[in-house]
């Protein structure tokens, strides 16, 4: 970084040289106009990059349009990694908690494809046997309507069932 440079003079011998010292280098210059020029030379570079840089706002407290998350597209996305993950398996006790991670991890990688600036993924995935017994889930969350969202599917074959949400927060 050339503003990060630091420049230190130190005094040298009974000659009257001295030593500047440019972001670790030394060069040894007469007191001179070499001295002015190099200081002239800095001083220049250092208003070139100020007149480039042109600050931006960065506090941004909604989402733009486009930049929202949208459950339809998020719904899509969660009903086709169930079904691409357990279309023809059966149920398996040991094997569950392995393909739930494998489908929490896709389904979060599918929504990182999204490119949606300052969203935080949460995803969760439940898979049980097909005993034909009712299951009830629910979530309490706190947030803000306007820009957090959230989207669910539920994949059902002969042996399992499985409820797999994906929630989206808006990172103020």
Same mark, same amino acid.
Not at 23 to 39: H, K, M, N, P
Not at 82 to 96: D, F, I, P, V
């Given at each position: 970084?050339?503003?990060? &440079? !630091?420049? #230190?003079?130190?005094? %040298?011998?009974?000659? /009257?040289?001295?030593?500047?010292?440019?972001?670790?280098? +030394?060069? =040894?210059? $007469?007191?001179? +106009?070499?001295?002015?020029?190099?200081?002239?030379?800095?001083?220049?570079?250092?208003?070139?990059?100020?007149?480039?840089? +042109?600050?931006?706002?960065?506090?941004?407290?909604?989402?733009?349009?486009?930049?929202k998350?949208?459950?339809? !597209?998020?719904?899509?996305?969660?009903? *086709?990694?169930?079904?691409?993950?357990?279309?023809?398996?059966?149920? &398996? &006790?040991?094997? %569950?908690?392995?393909?739930? =991670?494998?489908?929490?991890?896709?389904?979060?990688? #599918?929504?990182?494809?999204?490119?949606?600036?300052?969203? #935080?993924?949460?995803?969760?995935?439940?898979?049980? +046997?097909?005993? /034909?017994?009712? !299951?009830?889930?629910?979530?309490?969350?706190?947030?803000? &309507?306007?820009?957090? *969202?959230y $989207?669910?599917?539920?994949?059902?074959?002969?042996?399992?069932?499985?409820?797999?949400?994906?929630? /989206?927060v808006?990172?103020?």
């Open positions: 970084q050339r503003l990060g &440079s !630091v420049v #230190k003079t130190v005094r %040298a011998g009974k000659k /009257g040289r001295q030593a500047h010292l440019i972001g670790g280098t +030394e060069l =040894a210059v $007469a007191r001179s +106009e070499r001295t002015q020029l190099v200081l002239n030379r800095l001083r220049h570079a250092t208003a070139d990059l100020m007149a480039e840089y +042109e600050p931006t706002n960065t506090y941004v407290i909604r989402p733009t349009y486009q930049n998350f949208k459950p339809g !597209v998020v719904q899509e996305i969660i009903h *086709s990694v169930l079904t691409a993950q357990l279309a023809g398996k059966t149920y &398996s &006790s040991a094997e %569950a908690p392995t393909w739930t =991670a494998a489908i929490c991890a896709a389904i979060r990688e #599918k929504l990182k494809e999204l490119r949606l600036e300052r969203y #935080k993924f949460t995803v969760q995935a439940v898979i049980g +046997e097909q005993r /034909g017994e009712g !299951v009830k889930m629910a979530v309490r969350c706190l947030w803000d &309507s306007d820009a957090d *969202s $989207a669910q599917d539920v994949f059902m074959n002969e042996t399992l069932f499985c409820v797999a949400a994906a929630f /989206g808006y990172y103020y």
